[in-house]
């Protein structure tokens, strides 16, 4: 069974820092590319980020470009960001999934709070 | 960037009825990289259709997805209550991925 877990979300300042994570298990996951997508409250979805499987090649949003880093490490099995320069509108919750046919499997999110 | 509308915004049915959602994108998509999501207050994203038409992995045979070019439409064929919810378009082939403001289904 494909399960995607993401944990690091909690209350940062503005301008502060922060690393979330994503931890998979279920398949092979260097085989696959992985993407990070956020929601503010109350709103639509947002992607964020995508890195290939071998990690060689990534993308962002011109939101977060030049502030967000995605990496992953394989051996274990983890998908990493990490959000500097945070701003209040970086609030959100924050999704890892992976990207196949489609961003076939989800995690449950991991909720950001950039606020003073 | 391509952006996607998605129409209605909102779109009250009962249940049994037919639903038909509609996103237009703002330039030509490679249909293999275009799918929909169905969304549920306080749950993550569920992928229901990707390559306009094929659904994923135990989604029911009353959702269908069609089009191509910039028009794509998915339908429900009668809604079960379960169904109501916000759907998202998505192109997944062109950097920045970009997904559909939604269409919220909601009892009428």
Same mark, same amino acid.
């Given at each position: 069974?494909?399960?995607?877990?993401?944990?690091?979300?909690?209350?940062?300042? !503005? =301008?502060?820092? $922060?690393?979330?994570?994503?931890?998979? +298990? *279920?398949?092979?996951? #260097?085989? /696959?590319?992985?993407?990070? &997508?956020?929601?503010? !409250? =109350?709103?639509? $979805?947002?992607?964020?980020?995508?890195? +290939? *499987?071998?990690?060689? #090649?990534? /993308?962002?949003?011109?939101? &977060?470009?030049?502030?967000?880093?995605?990496?992953?490490?394989?051996?274990?099995?983890?998908?990493?960001?990490?959000?500097?320069?945070?701003?209040?509108?970086?609030?959100?919750?924050?999704?890892?999934?992976?990207?196949?046919?489609?961003?076939?499997?989800?995690?449950?999110?991991?909720?950001?709070?950039?606020?003073? | 960037?391509?952006?996607?509308?998605?129409?209605?915004?909102?779109?009250?049915?009962?249940?049994?009825?037919?639903?038909?959602?509609?996103?237009?994108?703002?330039?030509?998509?490679?249909?293999?990289?275009?799918?929909?999501?169905?969304?549920?207050?306080?749950?993550?994203?569920?992928?229901?259709?990707?390559?306009?038409?094929?659904?994923?992995?135990?989604?029911?045979?009353?959702?269908?997805?069609?089009?191509?070019?910039?028009?794509?439409?998915?339908?429900?064929?009668?809604?079960?209550?379960?169904?109501?919810?916000?759907?998202?378009?998505?192109?997944?082939?062109?950097?920045?991925?970009?997904?559909?403001?939604?269409?919220?289904?909601?009892?009428?």
């Amino acid at each position: 069974e494909v399960q995607l877990l993401e944990s690091g979300g909690t209350l940062v300042q !503005p =301008g502060g820092s $922060l690393r979330l994570s994503c931890a998979a +298990s *279920g398949f092979t996951f #260097s085989s /696959y590319a992985m993407t990070w &997508v956020r929601q503010a !409250p =109350g709103q639509g $979805l947002e992607w964020v980020s995508v890195i +290939s *499987g071998s990690g060689d #090649s990534t /993308y962002y949003a011109d939101s &977060v470009k030049g502030r967000f880093t995605i990496s992953r490490d394989n051996s274990k099995n983890t998908l990493y960001l990490q959000l500097n320069s945070l701003r209040a509108e970086d609030t959100a919750a924050y999704y890892c999934a992976r990207k196949y046919s489609g961003f076939d499997y989800w995690g449950q999110g991991t909720l950001l709070t950039v606020s003073s | 960037e391509i952006v996607l509308t998605q129409s209605p915004g909102t779109l009250s049915l009962s249940p049994g009825e037919r639903a038909t959602l509609s996103c237009r994108a703002s330039q030509n998509i490679n249909s293999i990289y275009f799918a929909w999501y169905q969304q549920k207050p306080g749950q993550a994203p569920r992928l229901l259709i990707y390559g306009v038409s094929r659904r994923a992995t135990g989604i029911p045979d009353r959702f269908s997805g069609s089009g191509s070019g910039t028009d794509f439409t998915l339908t429900i064929s009668r809604l079960e209550p379960e169904d109501f919810a916000v759907y998202y378009c998505q192109q997944y082939g062109s950097s920045p991925f970009t997904f559909g403001p939604g269409t919220k289904v909601d009892f009428k």
